[in-house]
Structures are given as C-alpha cells and as structure tokens.
C-alpha cells in the first residue's frame, strides 16, 4: 500500500507539472499573441501578484531551499524540484492572466479569457469612480447573444493611479470620438404614447 501512495502522488505531481506547465505556455502564447499595447499594468491582489500561485511558490521555494541545501535530503530532491516547477509555471500563469491589457483595439482584462476582452466599438458608456488604489473605470458593453438580441454586460477596471492620465488619454481617443460622431435618433412621441 504504501509503494502504491509513492507512486499515485509521484503520478500526480508528474500530472499537475505538465498542466500547469501547458497552461503557461498558453499563456505566454497569449501575451506574445496581443498587438497594439498601449498599456499594461499588474492587477494581482499581492502588491499586484497573483495570491495564491505567490504564496504557493514562496512557500514550496523555502522548503525546497531548507530541504534539499540545508537538511542535505537528497532523496526528495525530485519531489521538491516538481512542486518547485509546477509552482513556478503556475506563477508565470496566473502573473500573465491577472495584468489588464489596453490594446488598440480595446480592453483585455484577462489574456486567458476571450469574454474578458472588450472591443473598443463594444462600449456604449463608462462611469468613474476613485478609489484609494486608483480610478475605478466600470464599464458599459454590449454584446449579442444567440438570439440576435442585445446583451449589455459590465467590465470594471482598476487602474492604478499612475497609470490614470495615459489610460485617459487611450479613453478620450477611443471612445468620446465615437459619443461625439453619434446622431442623437429623432423620437416620434406619438408611437410611443399609443
């Protein structure tokens, strides 16, 4: 039984290596993948890192530190040196997929998430709000769904105070161009009463 455990967890930690290994590379493949940045910015909860894949890889890098260098175990060298890379992979993953990206053609909250990526022409209105950190930018898109219908979602953003005059500027190109080009509809008050 107990040879059994060696091998399911030894089988596992080879498992959860490659996913998180493969998950990275989607993601790097994502990030080189992106054109027209404008602007990036991390947007982790850990002073702008991801939490856990942070905390994950802080923790398995002292105890692979203590138990292979210190305790001299040569023995769970290789269990250590998986956990070590599959926390390393899991880090670049979350790192990539937690930064916001302004684009040219719009607004890539998370690189690994296609319905977090908002076009420019999608946006319909946005709406300000300070916060300690920055500004909080919500904003208003629409997006049709399978029944021909208009779907409005909302996508809100923090950004970070040193980044709020360039991601203004982005704003002030991007889209109050296109609210000044719109033609307010005439409304025939007599249809609608009826």
Do not use: C
């Not at 305790?71 to 916001?100: A, C, N, R």
């Not at 998370?110 to 946005?126: E, F, L, M, R, S």
């Amino acid at each position: 039984m107990n040879e059994f455990l060696i091998h399911f967890f030894s089988g596992l930690l080879v498992v959860f290596s490659l996913a998180s290994t493969l998950m990275a590379g989607y993601s790097l493949s994502n990030k080189f993948r992106l054109r027209g940045v404008r602007l990036h910015w991390r947007a982790g909860k850990l002073m702008g890192y991801p939490l856990f894949a942070t905390v994950f890889l802080l923790l398995i890098g002292l105890l692979s530190i203590t138990s292979v260098f210190i305790l001299q175990d040569s023995l769970h060298s290789p269990v250590f040196l998986g956990y070590f890379w599959m926390g390393t992979m899991w880090f670049i993953s979350s790192y990539l997929s937690s930064k916001h990206y302004i684009t040219d053609h719009g607004i890539v909250k998370n690189i690994n998430d296609p319905a977090q990526t908002i076009p420019w022409y999608h946006i319909v209105d946005y709406v300000e709000h300070p916060t300690d950190q920055g500004i909080l930018y919500m904003f208003s898109y629409s997006q049709p769904n399978s029944h021909e219908q208009e779907h409005f979602n909302q996508l809100r953003i923090e950004v970070p105070h040193s980044y709020t005059s360039k991601f203004n500027r982005i704003i002030s190109l991007k889209l109050h161009i296109k609210v000044d080009e719109t033609v307010v509809p005439k409304i025939n008050w007599k249809d609608l009463q009826s």
